[in-house]
Structure formats: structure tokens, C-alpha cells
């Protein structure tokens, strides 16, 4: 199954090292976290990354910052494992609170888990989906609601923005005096339908993580919220971050142009939640890949046993020839 076309983006890409505007990125696996300068000597860090990789982290932020300058907060953009993994540790390791939208609460706070995620998208991150959980996670009284009204806790300059489709309470962040965006998972930078993209991280826009995305509407009604923003620069929970002056339109276009998968779970009906979590969901859609792997296996099989006989035969006809 196809998902959005993905569309080129013909601004300038960020490097990682690049810290004129105070935004770190930390690439870890095939995710971003973020951490945000906001002060001469105050930060932030958007979202925690994947399992066990703390320590990647506190190395960042002791080169960054300085081994005894925790951040003002941890925000949470989403609450989905590779995005919230190390967020307990790091919260005790630092003694700061971490705040997520109230509508996601319910999946950090053990209350619930996320709705299954739908493989059947396809693409390169479908068949890696099969592996991941979609289970939730207890901060207890370390994850604290959002301020109401866009406010970022330790971080005046920047705002909060209601982005829900991928989760029920997905956020991004927006700063207006240089219009720099982190979309988080709200939309991505790199295709991850291609096996091919994943590895060079060619940059263009393209959908939210679509096994994981489960209110398509809702998701392409945040991709327009943001594009009407007009940012200079994008950073997404997935690919490389890019900015200048075509970014805008480059977005508004893939707005337009917004198209979910055709044929998955989520893709005509979304799940149902609320400040309780999870209702309900679509019943789901047959999957083949087990079945298509099983008779790729046996084709292979197949073909390996009647190679092998070919063989065979020809050397008893060679055998049969030797005087």
C-alpha cells in the first residue's frame, strides 16, 4: 500500500552541529530528540528517545549545558516508545517535572495503552512496526499536564501547539521570532516508506509514522495548522531538519496535497479515546504479510530442492560417463 507522495524540500538542510538558533538535535537510531536552549544557561529537552540510550543523552546535555545544569523541564511531544523511552530515568536522574498534553496522559500514567498499530500501511516502517509496542508507561507524579494557552514550561520564547492525529494528544513547538518549528511526529522529514530513504535520509516532507497514526482527518488538519505558521525552519520527530525561505510553501504544498494510506485500519475510520485513553477501534485489516512470507519461504524452498535434484541428476549423468 502507498502512502502520501513524499514532496522534495528545496531550502537548506540543518546539520546537526549547526547551534546559531539553540537547537540541538541528538539522532538516535532513526529518532530525533531535541534540546532547546532557552536562557544563558537554561534548556529544555523535547521528548527521550528510544530505550536505553539515557546516557547518549546526559552526555549531549553535560557537553551542551555543563554536567550540573539540569533542563527547566522535559516536554513530551507524544508518549509513543520512541519518544518517551528514558523519561522516568532522566526525571529522577535530573529532578525535573515532564509535561504532556492532558489527552495523552492517560498512556504516560498507566491508565491505558495506545491503539494497536496497523502494519498493514506498509512501507519500510510497516514491516518494523510488527516488532514495536504500542503499550504505555507509568511517570506516576513525574508527568505533569500542560499549561493552558501554548505555554512551555522554562521556555518563554516558545508556544505549544495542539497537533493531534498521530496521537490524541500529539504537540509541537513553535517559536515565532525566527518561526522555527519542531513538528515532532505531527509530520516527517524522511520518508519512511522507503527502505532506501531510511538509511541516506534524503530530505522531503511526507506523512506522520503511518502504522502508528490513527486519526488521519485530524492528522491532516494539524499538517495544515502548522503550515499556516509559514516557519523558516521544520524539525520533525523523523529526518533531518531543514530550513529558508521555500520551506513555507514547500509545506503548505504537501498540505494541500495531504493523502492518507489507502486501505489501512485507521485510514477511513480513526480510533475512538479520550482523557480515559483508549475506546475503541476499527476492526482490523487482514494482514499477508505473515502468509506472503510463508510462501516466499516455500517458493524459495521450492526452488533451492529443485535446484538441488538438477544437480544431482546431472552428476549421476557425469558419473555415468566416466570410463
Known sequence: ???TPDYPVTSERVDSKQTRDGVHRLYIGFVNVYLVRTGR?????????????????????????GADRPPEA???????????SNALALAREWRVPVFAHR???????GQSDYPPQDPTVGGALGVMSRAFPHSGIDLGQHVIELPEHGVVPGAREW?????????????SL???????????????????????????????????????TTDWDAARDSVGRLA??????????HGRPVRGRNVALDLENFAEHFTPPEGGRYSDEPAVTDERGLISVPPPVRDTFTR?????GMLVGAVALGANIALRRSSARDDSRDP
Do not use: C, K
Not at 159 to 171: D, N, V
Open 41 to 65: 544557561r537554561r534548556w529544555i529537552l523535547v521528548d527521550t528517545g528510544l530505550p536505553h540510550t539515557s546516557e547518549l543523552i546526559l552526555r549531549r546535555a553535560a557537553h551542551l549545558f
Open 159 to 171: 508556544r505549544w501547539i495542539f497537533t493531534p492525529g498521530h496521537t490524541a494528544g500529539h504537540i
Open 228 to 237: 499556516d505558521l509559514e516557519p523558516y525552519t521544520v524539525a520533525a520527530g
Open 292 to 296: 506472503n512470507l510463508v510462501l516466499g
Open 1 to 3: 500500500m502507498r502512502t
Open 103 to 109: 489527552l495523552e496522559l492517560p498512556y504516560l500514567t
Open 74 to 84: 522535559i516536554i513530551l511531544t507524544h508518549g509513543h516508545f520512541d519518544h518517551s
Open 174 to 212: 513553535f517559536r515565532e521570532r525566527d518561526r522555527y518549528l519542531i513538528a515532532a511526529d505531527a509530520l516527517a522529514t524522511v520518508n519512511q516508506d522507503s527502505p532506501l530513504s531510511m538509511f541516506n535520509l534524503r530530505t522531503v516532507f511526507s506523512v506522520p509514522p503511518a502504522p502508528f
